[in-house]
């Protein structure tokens, strides 16, 4: 430590010294600033009238000394000029010496006055004389205190000679006016140095203020350049993590595709055991590709088109629809539990269902008996905000108290073989956190080992929000199909009658059939329908019958002409989204509800086209086509060996066929299936008679061929399936 003080010593030193030498070029630059050397107008001119109105001197040697003042002045500016256009500064020192000779040059014109303008022996005249010198000694005194040595160069030369004059005069009163001269001009020289301290103090602050903002200039432009460094570095990280996911995906999406081909060919038990678990290992490395992706997202990056809000209830439901397959196949309970009239969250629908979708997963995953329950309610947050709370709650394992809290960690800390027998990646609940924190959420869990656990989270709610009872969403770009109508149809060609009932009948819909223009003109005055679809040579006739209230589509075929009181014309033949999109034009809201009741109603809906819209949004068109053959695969072979295991009376064989199917439709929502085939395995518990039994086997086939022509109907891409 003694080896290192002195060159810090030294070091200190020398940054004093510079700074003392800046303060002593700002003092210098102050003392040629000024430049107002007219001030000795006025007080030699006051001198000059004196004594040419006593005629104590003759005018030419009385204009001497004004003439040297203002040879002094003028030499004194072109001084000041030439001390402000030098270059690099110069030395300053030298400068000072320079003023300090131009003051006693200034001072010793006026110390030349003092002798030629002194009135011997006339005290009125002398002590004119001294006030006059002591008032320009004082604004001289203004411009060269900050310089000491000019100070007194000026002083000594020009308060010196009166003095002397007034002392060798030899009164009193000289003596005394000589004495107070010398110690007015000594009180001012002592005040310089009071001056030169303000002086110096305020050059040091504005020294150091320039050298702050100097610094904080210079540390802009480094925040600046760190700035548009990191932009620069986020703008490549998304890129790469943009081109890196396409490139990895591409290619993992071919690989499971063709998986999932070869998984539905003729294989024996083992190569299928060994397909299953490829695609079980690919689908494990997209989920991991996609949290690190999530992860590796900055918070400001948003989509353009994401939504501001969503329904809770059909986040809650939408997760529980794609997870019911992996319950049923684990032979787990999965149910939704949601509250009454609850608000739309403040959130993006597809966040909100990546986090609700993890967390039960991760239930699934660990969960080996028992069951799972999604659930949905209100709260007030500690501030008395509103807020929703999703909450997942299984009978698994339950969590370690050591991994605790680092469960929201990606990657856990220690020993992961908690996650790791279930192949886990430790990323998902990471991916959660930070999804909850940038809708301004929290997320928690509540477990005991080995007795289940609660994972919770909370999505702020939209003020003054409702809930909606019904939405009609799009489909594949299209209309949804419009439900719970009756309608009445006429059509001469029995493929368009056939085409219709394809097109209608699956969603609900009740339709009566007229036999001929007849039938259908006293059906339409005496029923109560929402709307007649007629042919368009009939139209004309239905539309002015008695009692006819309901709008008429009219269905123009080739060579037909148009009817004139139609409410709505549709070519024919026509896409199911043309007849669904007219049918709610002409309708309105009245396409989602109509008149028939429950009672009146022949079947019920082969799909509810409002769910599958709902879920088409959250999965995409693309995923959702992808579910939808894979089922219509799956159950086309379920109710093949149904119906050939009740044919042959296998009636053990057919009971858990017949479960399958109720899971795998019930997972989708297809109500009508999941019932018929729950209502065949309760009757072949309850015993019921074989043929009772095989009609029902045919009553389930019948209801998959429905809701298949519905799904084709609603995703055309779905008829070759």
Same mark, same amino acid.
């Not at 509800?593 to 599958?612: K, N, R, V």
């Given at each position: 430590?003694?080896?290192?003080?002195?060159?810090?010593?030294?070091?200190?030193?020398?940054?004093?010294?510079?700074? /003392?030498?800046?303060?002593?070029?700002?003092?210098?630059?102050?003392?040629?600033?000024?430049?107002?050397?007219?001030?000795?107008?006025?007080?030699?001119?006051?001198?000059? +009238?004196?004594?040419?109105?006593?005629h104590?001197?003759?005018?030419?040697?009385?204009?001497?000394?004004?003439?040297?003042?203002?040879?002094?002045?003028?030499?004194?500016?072109?001084?000041?000029?030439?001390?402000?256009?030098? %270059?690099?500064?110069?030395?300053?020192?030298l400068?000072?010496?320079?003023?300090v000779?131009?003051?006693?040059?200034?001072?010793?014109?006026?110390?030349?006055?003092?002798?030629?303008?002194?009135?011997?022996?006339?005290?009125?005249?002398?002590?004119?004389?001294?006030?006059?010198?002591l008032?320009?000694t004082?604004?001289?005194?203004?411009?060269?205190?900050?310089?000491?040595?000019?100070?007194?160069?000026?002083?000594?030369?020009?308060?010196?000679?009166?003095?002397?004059?007034?002392?060798?005069?030899?009164?009193?009163?000289?003596?005394?006016?000589?004495?107070?001269?010398?110690?007015?001009?000594?009180?001012?020289?002592?005040?310089?140095?009071?001056?030169?301290s303000?002086?110096?103090e305020?050059?040091?602050?504005?020294?150091?203020?320039?050298?702050?903002?100097?610094?904080?200039?210079?540390?802009?432009? /480094?925040?600046?350049?760190?700035?548009?460094?990191?932009?620069?570095?986020?703008?490549?990280?998304?890129?790469?993590?943009?081109?890196?996911?396409?490139?990895?995906? +591409?290619?993992?999406?071919?690989?499971?595709?063709?998986?999932?081909?070869?998984?539905?060919?003729?294989?024996?038990?083992?190569?299928?055991?060994?397909?299953?678990?490829?695609?079980?290992?690919?689908?494990?490395?997209?989920?991991?590709?996609?949290?690190?992706?999530?992860?590796?997202?900055?918070?400001?990056?948003? /989509?353009?088109?994401?939504?501001?809000?969503?329904?809770? &209830?059909?986040?809650?439901?939408?997760?529980?629809?794609?997870?019911?397959?992996?319950?049923?196949?684990?032979?787990?309970r999965?149910?939704?539990?949601?509250?009454?009239?609850?608000?739309?969250?403040?959130a993006?629908?597809?966040?909100?269902?990546?986090?609700?979708?993890?967390?039960? /997963?991760?239930a699934?995953?660990? +969960?080996?008996?028992?069951?799972i329950?999604?659930?949905?309610?209100?709260?007030?947050?500690d501030?008395?905000?509103?807020?929703?709370?999703?909450?997942?709650?299984?009978?698994?394992?339950?969590?370690?108290?050591?991994?605790?809290?680092?469960?929201?960690e990606?990657?856990?800390?220690?020993?992961?073989?908690?996650?790791?027998?279930?192949?886990? +990646?430790?990323?998902g609940?990471?991916?959660?956190?930070?999804?909850?924190?940038?809708?301004?959420?929290?997320?928690?869990?509540?477990? *005991?080992?080995?007795?289940?656990?609660? =994972?919770?989270?909370?999505?702020p709610?939209?003020?003054?929000?409702q809930?909606?009872?019904?939405?009609?969403?799009?489909?594949?770009?299209?209309a949804?199909?419009?439900w719970?109508?009756?309608?009445?149809?006429?059509?001469?060609? #029995?493929?368009?009658?056939?085409? !219709?009932?394809?097109?209608?009948?699956?969603?609900?819909? %009740?339709?009566?059939?007229?036999?001929?223009?007849?039938?259908? !003109?006293?059906?339409?005055?005496?029923?109560?329908?929402?709307?007649?679809?007629?042919?368009?040579?009939?139209?004309?006739?239905?539309?002015?019958?008695?009692?006819?209230?309901?709008?008429?589509?009219?269905?123009?075929?080739?060579?037909?002409?148009?009817?004139?009181?139609?409410?709505?014309?549709?070519?024919?033949?026509?896409?199911?989204?043309?007849?669904?999109?007219?049918?709610?034009?002409?309708?309105?809201? &009245?396409?989602?509800?109509?008149?028939?009741?429950? *009672?009146?109603?022949?079947?019920?809906?082969?799909?509810?086209?409002?769910?599958?819209?709902?879920?088409?949004?959250?999965?995409?068109?693309?995923?959702? !086509?992808?579910?939808?053959?894979?089922?219509?695969?799956?159950?086309?072979?379920?109710?093949?060996?149904?119906?050939?295991?009740?044919?042959?009376?296998?009636?053990?064989?057919?009971?858990?066929?017949?479960?399958?199917?109720?899971?795998?439709?019930?997972?989708l929502?297809?109500?009508?299936?999941?019932?018929?085939?729950?209502? =065949?395995?309760?009757?072949?518990r309850?015993?019921?008679?074989?043929?009772?039994?095989?009609?029902?086997?045919?009553?389930?086939?019948? #209801?998959?061929?429905?809701?298949?022509?519905?799904?084709?109907?609603?995703?055309?891409?779905?008829?070759?399936?």
């Amino acid at each position: 430590m003694s080896q290192l003080s002195p060159p810090e010593t030294k070091s200190a030193d020398e940054a004093g010294e510079h700074d /003392d030498a800046a303060v002593f070029v700002g003092r210098i630059d102050i003392l040629y600033r000024p430049g107002r050397n007219h001030l000795f107008l006025p007080f030699a001119s006051l001198c000059l +009238t004196a004594v040419l109105y006593t005629h104590a001197v003759p005018f030419a040697l009385a204009v001497l000394p004004f003439l040297l003042q203002i040879a002094a002045a003028v030499g004194t500016g072109r001084l000041a000029e030439s001390y402000k256009s030098r %270059r690099n500064g110069g030395n300053v020192l030298l400068w000072a010496h320079r003023y300090v000779l131009a003051s006693a040059v200034s001072g010793a014109a006026w110390g030349a006055g003092a002798v030629i303008w002194f009135v011997p022996h006339q005290f009125p005249a002398d002590a004119f004389l001294a006030l006059t010198f002591l008032g320009m000694t004082a604004a001289e005194f203004i411009t060269r205190s900050v310089y000491r040595p000019a100070y007194l160069a000026h002083a000594v030369c020009s308060l010196g000679p009166l003095a002397v004059m007034l002392l060798l005069e030899g009164s009193p009163y000289g003596m005394l006016s000589s004495v107070l001269v010398l110690f007015f001009g000594g009180v001012l020289f002592s005040y310089c140095d009071e001056i030169v301290s303000v002086i110096d103090e305020g050059l040091r602050l504005r020294r150091a203020n320039a050298d702050l903002v100097e610094r904080l200039s210079r540390e802009k432009r /480094d925040a600046e350049l760190a700035r548009d460094l990191s932009e620069a570095s986020t703008r490549a990280k998304s890129a790469f993590v943009a081109n890196i996911s396409h490139e990895i995906r +591409t290619p993992l999406n071919a690989l499971l595709g063709m998986a999932q081909l070869l998984e539905r060919s003729d294989l024996d038990r083992g190569q299928k055991s060994h397909v299953k678990v490829l695609l079980e290992a690919g689908q494990g490395l997209k989920t991991l590709l996609d949290d690190v992706i999530a992860l590796s997202r900055d918070d400001g990056e948003t /989509d353009n088109t994401r939504e501001t809000d969503c329904d809770p &209830a059909q986040a809650a439901r939408t997760v529980t629809r794609l997870l019911q397959a992996r319950a049923w196949e684990k032979q787990l309970r999965l149910a939704v539990t949601v509250g009454q009239n609850l608000p739309r969250v403040a959130a993006d629908p597809r966040r909100v269902r990546q986090v609700l979708l993890k967390f039960a /997963d991760n239930a699934l995953k660990f +969960t080996q008996r028992g069951s799972i329950e999604i659930g949905v309610e209100e709260i007030l947050s500690d501030t008395g905000r509103q807020e929703l709370r999703f909450s997942v709650s299984d009978t698994g394992l339950g969590i370690p108290p050591d991994i605790a809290p680092h469960i929201f960690e990606p990657f856990l800390a220690g020993d992961n073989s908690y996650t790791r027998r279930q192949d886990g +990646t430790g990323l998902g609940l990471a991916v959660a956190r930070r999804v909850v924190e940038t809708f301004g959420g929290q997320i928690g869990f509540d477990s *005991e080992q080995g007795e289940g656990s609660t =994972f919770w989270f909370t999505v702020p709610a939209v003020e003054n929000s409702q809930v909606e009872t019904h939405q009609s969403l799009a489909i594949a770009g299209s209309a949804a199909p419009p439900w719970g109508l009756a309608l009445l149809v006429w059509a001469g060609d #029995e493929i368009v009658r056939v085409q !219709i009932a394809h097109m209608l009948e699956p969603f609900g819909n %009740r339709l009566d059939f007229a036999a001929s223009v007849t039938e259908a !003109i006293t059906l339409a005055g005496r029923g109560s329908f929402d709307a007649i679809i007629a042919s368009a040579g009939d139209a004309d006739s239905i539309a002015v019958a008695p009692g006819v209230k309901a709008p008429i589509l009219a269905l123009v075929q080739n060579g037909m002409r148009l009817p004139a009181v139609a409410h709505k014309t549709l070519r024919w033949p026509a896409r199911p989204d043309a007849l669904y999109a007219i049918l709610r034009e002409m309708l309105g809201r &009245a396409a989602d509800s109509g008149t028939q009741t429950d *009672e009146s109603a022949h079947l019920p809906a082969a799909i509810d086209a409002t769910a599958f819209a709902a879920l088409e949004k959250s999965l995409g068109h693309p995923m959702l !086509i992808e579910i939808l053959h894979a089922y219509i695969k799956t159950a086309e072979e379920l109710t093949r060996h149904l119906v050939a295991a009740s044919n042959a009376g296998r009636w053990d064989e057919a009971t858990p066929i017949a479960q399958d199917i109720a899971g795998s439709a019930g997972g989708l929502g297809l109500l009508a299936l999941t019932a018929a085939a729950r209502g =065949f395995a309760k009757q072949v518990r309850e015993g019921g008679e074989n043929a009772e039994l095989l009609q029902a086997a045919l009553y389930v086939s019948a #209801e998959h061929h429905r809701v298949r022509t519905a799904l084709a109907n609603l995703y055309p891409e779905l008829a070759a399936a």
